[in-house]
């Protein structure tokens, strides 16, 4: 993106965004520069609107132009929403235009005609027009600096706290005894269930309306030079989907971390043939994209499964381009272009500040599970908060790293890039794409290594975190291994703790924003809050979550309930995609159907006392008292009691 670069080159940014907000009566543009220097407004007006203007005048790169409208066609046309309905996403899609005119509720769903007229345009001065109309020429515009300070918090909490005490001066005694009545009198009414009555207006399904029907595993072994496929063969309407899963177990412990770095410099960095734009319009003209990922996956005993992953969508008759591609890009990527490198860093870090401080209930969870399970230590490294602090140096100090950063990356390839390390996923109903695995697999690197497998050693550091938000993320986890394994009765209590207990104790009655719990097959278990303004309070919830399945005793409605929407969570539509990769999952935590198919009949046929047996596993886990909480300055301060550690979040 050229106005992208040239904020950069200008060092005027760290991390530039755009986003276009279609759904408003009057559509918004925005572009957002993160890390900013200090009085660079003017300096940044002037690179915007000079880099549009020569843009206007010697024309966009029509290659560039034609890439992204196949991109996003490309996209609208498989319509893969994962997990969310399709008819749903469209209808909600409907109402950005419908809103505003009842009478024409399907325009947004007419897509096709318009990426055939945006294609028609690509020869023209069209979208150079737009950019003259529509920004350039564009009078309705505002511009925002947000400077950063340390002692803002404390200071709106000392002005809130002046403006309630003057508020209070100003009531009679009968109107603070009138507040303190209607705060008691909202307390009963939020903990208060509905009746019966009510209940009863809210339409039901039944046990008898659910079958046993599990969906199939769609994972058949196939052999390519002595490299393992898993082939998913479903009708995907013309489109193949290819993944590429390299185990990283025997990657040495000092190039870990390196391998969130590897994923985020893959595809935007030079290669051989391309330069990283020039790769970037290529992938968008002939696939549905190229990307670059991690997934770690817990195996038994307290063991893991660490991948580097690479995806790879498109038509059939692309399937040639997105092979060749790949292995462009795993073996000839160029990360000797320093500069590059640390624009790339600087955004990485700008962008995992945003992931922490806004879904912070993830890396909180993944943090305390790091204690103890090496799968999450791991997923901690390279994408967590471990991840996070170790990007963190890199940035702050990458004058003085980068010539190691440079060799790291070059040397975790070889450790990495290797068929011995190779697994294949294809999502698909045909196999051309079989005949260009060959180049690839044998391209890949075979000079000896030093091979050092991962060692975890358990540190329970209970952490807590603190940020310059004001709200709070508050995690505990542990593990039942020396108690009991997993079973269907934890999906059932599962939807009693999240819709009942945490919902009215945190959110209801706490103010969180949300509250989750999941049991994982591996034996373990998480509760975190979202947005949360509390801490200990929270932690007390948790703790109580023994007595409240001490009290449990739903009758048989409000059981079925809570069975169907279990039910509801093992029944989630799947694309043709998502019920490629659900099989692989399965496959790799060596689920079989078998497996599945009692999960489901232990949550059809769950009794009471099948959930009241589950009371000694969640003691288990309560009782390791293993916790992690990202949160405000001053209210980890005010309860640093709770944590061994408590430090910055970021510094």
């Given at each position: ?22 759904s ?7 572009i ?46 498989e ?27 399907t ?13 028609e ?25 947000a ?22 001066e ?27 009555e ?12 659910i ?12 052999i ?6 898993i ?5 995907t309407n ?47 003209g ?32 692309n399937?040639e ?20 490198l640390?624009?790339?860093?600087a955004?990485?870090?700008s ?47 990458f ?9 790291s990356l ?24 079989k ?33 310059p938000?004001?709200v ?15 079973n ?54 948790y703790?109580?979550?023994?007595n ?9 409605e ?14 989630e ?10 099989s692989?999952?399965?496959?790799i ?14 949550v ?6 099948d959930?009241?047996a589950l ?18 300055e ?18």
């Amino acid at each position: 993106a050229p106005l992208k670069q040239a904020l950069l080159d200008n060092n005027l940014g760290k991390d530039i965004m755009s986003s276009y907000d279609s759904s408003l009566l009057q559509p918004c543009l925005s572009i957002f520069v993160k890390e900013a220097p200090e009085g660079k407004l003017e300096e940044f007006k002037k690179v915007i609107f000079e880099t549009l203007e020569n843009l206007v005048s010697n024309g966009l790169d029509k290659r560039a132009l034609k890439a992204a409208i196949n991109y996003y066609e490309f996209k609208y046309r498989e319509s893969d929403f994962g997990r969310a309905p399709k008819g749903l996403v469209f209808t909600i899609n409907a109402l950005d235009t419908w809103l505003y005119d009842e009478n024409n509720p399907t325009s947004r769903l007419e897509t096709n005609k318009i990426f055939a007229a945006l294609k028609e345009k690509v020869d023209t001065t069209y979208f150079e027009e737009l950019i003259k109309i529509y920004i350039l020429n564009n009078n309705h515009k505002v511009y925002i600096t947000a400077t950063p300070s340390k002692t803002i918090q404390e200071e709106k909490e000392q002005s809130l706290k002046a403006k309630l005490k003057a508020y209070k001066e100003t009531l009679t005694k009968e109107e603070i005894e009138k507040l303190v009545e209607d705060t008691k009198n909202l307390k009963i009414y939020q903990s208060t269930p509905s009746t019966p009555e009510e209940l009863k207006t809210i339409p039901l399904l039944t046990k008898e309306d659910i079958d046993d029907y599990v969906e199939p595993l769609y994972n058949k072994e196939e052999i390519v030079d002595d490299v393992k496929i898993i082939k998913h063969d479903l009708f995907t309407n013309g489109i193949g989907y290819l993944k590429l899963l390299f185990n990283t177990i025997n990657v040495p412990q000092k190039l870990i971390p390196y391998i969130g770095l590897l994923s985020k410099v893959l595809t935007k960095v030079d290669t051989k043939n391309y330069t990283y734009q020039d790769l970037t319009i290529e992938i968008n003209g002939n696939t549905g994209g190229i990307t670059t990922g991690k997934a770690v996956f817990p195996q038994s005993n307290n063991d893991l499964y660490p991948t580097f992953v690479l995806n790879g969508s498109a038509l059939f008759e692309n399937m040639e381009f997105v092979v060749n591609t790949i292995k462009e890009i795993i073996t000839t990527s160029d990360f000797t272009n320093t500069k590059r490198l640390y624009e790339i860093i600087a955004e990485t870090k700008s962008q995992m500040q945003m992931y922490l401080m806004g879904a912070g209930h993830q890396a909180a969870y993944i943090r305390a599970g790091s204690y103890t399970r090496s799968y999450l230590k791991y997923q901690d490294e390279i994408e967590g908060i471990g991840q996070y602090q170790f990007i963190e140096n890199l940035e702050h100090n990458f004058e003085t790293l980068k010539d190691e950063v440079v060799s790291s990356l070059k040397e975790l390839s070889t450790y990495i890039f290797r068929k011995e390390n190779l697994l294949i996923s294809y999502t698909g109903d045909n196999d051309d794409y079989k005949k260009y695995l060959p180049e690839l697999i044998n391209n890949l690197y075979n000079k000896d290594i030093v091979k050092e497998r991962y060692l975890f050693v358990e540190d329970v550091k209970n952490e807590g975190f603190k940020t310059p938000g004001q709200v709070q993320y508050v995690a505990r986890f542990g593990n039942f291994d020396n108690v009991g394994t997993y079973n269907g009765a934890f999906l059932v209590f599962g939807m009693a703790l999240r819709y009942d207990y945490l919902w009215t104790q945190v959110r209801v009655l706490g103010g969180a924003y949300g509250c989750m719990t999941s049991t994982l097959k591996s034996n373990d278990i998480y509760y975190v809050s979202y947005r949360d303004p509390n801490l200990s309070k929270t932690y007390d919830v948790y703790n109580n979550i023994l007595n409240y399945i001490d009290s449990f005793n739903p009758n048989e409605e409000e059981l079925t309930k809570y069975i169907i929407g279990a039910i509801g969570m093992l029944d989630e539509p799947l694309s043709p995609k998502t019920k490629g990769d659900v099989s692989l999952l399965n496959y790799i935590k060596n689920i079989t159907y078998e497996d599945l198919k009692k999960e489901r009949s232990e949550v059809l046929n769950v009794t009471l006392n099948d959930i009241k047996a589950l009371k000694p596993l969640i003691e288990e886990v309560l009782n390791q008292n293993i916790l992690c909480t990202i949160g405000s300055e001053s209210k980890v301060e005010e309860e640093k009691h709770i944590f061994k550690e408590v430090k910055n979040l970021f510094n």
